[in-house]
């Protein structure tokens, strides 16, 4: 494997690393602030906040 191959192999992963970070951050920025202003309780949070996380790893596994 040549240096500038291993070079764009790191940088693609660290593009993959933190878009996965900033989605996964937005969603559970989105869910906090519905459940402070809705009141829900902590188990309708940690629901949806796991479902959507959730379903965000089942939609980008295949990427």
Do not use: E, K, P
Request: net charge positive.
């Amino acid at each position: 494997m040549s240096h500038a191959r291993t070079l764009r192999s790191v940088a693609t992963n660290a593009w993959r690393v933190l878009a996965d970070v900033a989605a996964i951050g937005l969603w559970t920025v989105l869910v906090t602030l519905l459940a402070l202003t809705a009141s829900w309780s902590w188990l309708q949070f940690y629901t949806l906040l796991l479902l959507g996380v959730g379903c965000y790893v089942v939609v980008t596994t295949a990427w």
